[in-house]
């Protein structure tokens, strides 16, 4: 304990004041205190930006991909695909982000993504695309988002002061999910009336609109790691986390919903169309419903000054998100209420968020600034995983149906999370 106490302590710098001189503001419902901070601010901007494209890329690729191809499996393959590249260059880009300069190393990323989306849209309405230019790009935007995760996560403490963390990472969290509501949603009406490849021109000008908020950044000096070989590098923040307690047993609940149960949402072109008989837009509902749930969740988050037991509430929201995929599944099998099914994806949402935001909490908190790139690219690998859970889901449900799938990854969570509760102290101690 006396460890973890000294890592959180160097974690943060003394709190810094918002600009013009004047301090945060205290008060009981002072939800976006952190938007305050400049720079913050910028970064949070840029994040709707960014968000936004990325759900209009994930759902339109969702329908783009089942549509071309017909296969459950399929469609897994490339949900999961996105996903691959954290695995193996993740770790990769968190020693990316402790070496180089953090401003220019976002900006050539949203370059590359920017010109990876023009020439992809460019093939749809040139009618020239093919199934693997799907995975190809599927591939190529996973490599631009394991150098730009780790490097926009990592400064994320040194905005805020520490007191205003759980209320920046809930804010983070809420832009996300904002642009997720409108974002699938106009994805797929754009599908339904001009065509899919639209969807990737505007992705692009998002990302353009990134670039534009990293370059008004004023970033603070950081610490950088000069002396090591990548390889080096990795092991050194892989030992790190390895040799402290709270990162090592963070590190591994963060792989219960996020591997099992987040490939749900490979899935929903399925149930949509298959269960449901939906089309574009009712699927784009369907993607944009969590949401809902999970913009609600952060934001009451973002509201509350502080939370006890930080650990409880974890496994709390990692059981309620596996009851309620399981109470989807019987919506679109039992009842086929699409209503009820929204519904519930609302609920599903809101327990992915407060997880998911409480966790990477708890692992800034505790990582030092010269750590942070580097344990923020290891926290990628929980994303470069999704691949066997994506496949996972879409061969169960090629070999019998969605809604099976469904049960069996809510059933799965829901177990582990037990295991947890039961097994794993410094969890519930939090």
């Known amino acids: 304990m006396a460890i973890e106490a000294r890592a959180v ?3 943060i710098p003394a709190a810094p004041v918002a600009e013009g001189g004047i301090a945060p503001v205290g008060g009981r419902f002072n939800t976006f205190r952190s938007l305050r901070h400049r720079n913050y601010r910028l970064i949070w901007i ?12 994930q759902a339109a690729l969702g329908w783009l991909t089942y549509d071309l191809t017909g296969s459950a499996a399929l469609l897994g393959a490339v949900n999961g695909a996105r996903s691959l590249p954290l695995l193996f260059l993740g770790p990769v880009g968190g020693v990316a982000a402790d070496r180089f300069d953090k401003k220019r190393l976002m900006l050539t990323t949203q370059a590359f993504m920017v010109v990876i989306s023009l020439v992809f849209a460019t093939l749809i309405v040139t009618g020239l695309l093919e199934v693997w230019h799907i995975f190809a790009f599927t591939l190529l935007s996973g490599v631009g988002w394991a150098f730009n995760m ?16 759980m209320n920046a990472m809930a804010l983070n969290s809420a832009a996300f999910n904002v642009t997720r509501i409108g974002g699938p949603a106009i994805a797929g009406l754009m599908i339904a009336k001009i065509g899919p490849g639209e969807n990737f ?36 923040g892989a030992k790190y986390v390895w040799h402290h307690p709270t990162l090592r047993t963070q590190m591994t609940l963060a792989l219960v919903p996020v591997v099992i149960a987040l490939p749900y949402v490979s899935l929903l072109p399925v149930v949509a169309r298959d269960n449901l008989d939906k089309g574009p837009g009712g699927f784009g509902m369907m993607m944009s419903a969590p949401g809902i749930g999970a913009v609600a969740s952060t934001l009451l988050l973002a509201t509350m000054k502080d ?10 929201a990692v059981f309620a998100f596996g009851i309620a995929l399981i109470a989807f599944a019987a919506s679109v ?4 209420n699409y209503v009820l099914a929204l519904a519930l994806l609302v609920v599903v949402g809101a327990c992915q968020m407060v997880f998911m935001t409480t966790n990477q909490t708890v692992l800034q908190l505790t990582t030092p600034d010269e750590y942070r790139g580097r344990v923020m690219g290891l926290f990628m690998l929980n994303q470069g995983l999704l691949p066997l859970g994506s496949l996972f889901g879409g061969v169960i449900a090629e070999f019998t149906n969605a809604q099976t799938a469904l049960f069996v990854m809510g059933g799965s969570v829901m177990l582990l999370a037990v295991a947890f509760a039961l097994f794993a102290k410094s969890v519930r101690t939090l």
């Open 9 to 11: 302590d160097s974690a």
């Open 46 to 57: 840029g994040t709707l930006f960014s968000s936004s494209g990325q759900w209009i890329q």
């Open 150 to 165: 780790p490097v926009r996560q990592s400064i994320v403490p040194n905005l805020v002061p520490r007191e205003d963390m």
């Open 307 to 316: 939370i006890e037991r930080k650990g409880l509430l974890l496994l709390g």
């Open 333 to 336: 099998s039992i009842f086929e």
């Open 201 to 236: 021109f505007i992705q692009a000008a998002m990302y353009i609109g990134v670039s534009i908020t990293v370059m008004q950044l004023s970033l603070p000096q950081f610490k950088t790691v000069t002396n090591r070989s990548i390889r080096g590098g990795v092991t050194e």
